[in-house]
């Protein structure tokens, strides 16, 4: 990356370094995930101001220095969302969705699509922070897979293509499977496999409800194909 680079990102992570410094991990339309660090960012009078905050959306100049680190030389601010900060559910949520991007999308391949999901969701949350719920939060997960190519295989049988008695689901097989073929698989019930299918099919907003243990077995669903597919871990988002 020769030169300065300008790039619009926002804020996965924020981690103190040394006496004054942070190292930011950042997530650009065009770059991927980037980390950087921004000198002096922790003194009081430092020109980044708290403009550098994790869940903010940024425009930033972007230095190559000595180290394999960019060096943050610039920021503007794009979005804030304060009223996002001001609970802990939706700093939660907030926390989770960066860290589920920064888990399946950790290269510098640009993916404006992830961008754009991570920008809305943020948005959302602080827009409206009822909406810091387990349904919406495996809604985001949902679309985040399929912005990595891991689509589950919702329609027939993953295994065989029976299109009905589907009864499980197999993050190895890679979507539900049917009662023939369940072996490997968890009992996936009804509400949670239109849980799976509304949350794809509509937008993150209207992520739509469902009861707690059809929630615990979607979310099974949706950590079981990220850790097969992209063999990633997600962080829990309900309890056990
Ligand atoms: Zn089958």
Do not use: W
Request: proline residues 5%; glycine residues 8%; charged residues 20%.
């Amino acid at each position: 990356m020769p030169g300065p680079l300008k790039v619009q990102a926002i804020v996965l992570r924020s981690i103190r370094y040394g006496e004054a410094d942070r190292i930011l991990h950042l997530y650009t339309v065009t770059h991927g995930r980037l980390s950087a660090i921004a000198k002096g960012a922790r003194r009081s009078r430092s020109r980044f101001g708290a403009r550098l905050e994790p869940f903010m959306h940024v425009r930033a100049l972007l230095h190559e220095g000595r180290s394999d680190l960019l060096t943050v030389t610039g920021v503007d601010t794009v979005a804030v969302h304060p009223v996002l900060r001001e609970h802990a559910a939706t700093l939660d949520a907030a926390a989770r969705a960066c860290d589920a991007v920064g888990r399946l999308f950790e290269t510098t391949d640009p993916h404006p699509e992830v961008f754009r999901l991570l920008a809305n969701e943020l948005a959302l949350l602080n827009d409206d922070p009822a909406q810091a719920r387990t349904a919406n939060g495996l809604a985001f997960r949902l679309k985040l897979l399929l912005a990595a190519g891991i689509v589950p295989q919702l329609a027939a049988c993953a295994l065989c293509g029976e299109a009905d008695h589907l009864s499980g689901f197999s993050g190895a097989a890679g979507g539900v499977v049917c009662n023939s073929c369940e072996a490997a698989a968890f009992a996936l019930e009804e509400d949670a496999y239109h849980f799976l299918v509304g949350a794809l099919g509509a937008p993150l907003a209207r992520a739509p409800e469902a009861p707690p243990r059809a929630l615990r077995q979607a979310e099974r669903a949706i950590t079981d194909i990220a850790e097969y597919h992209a063999h990633v871990r997600l962080r829990p988002l309900l309890a056990a």
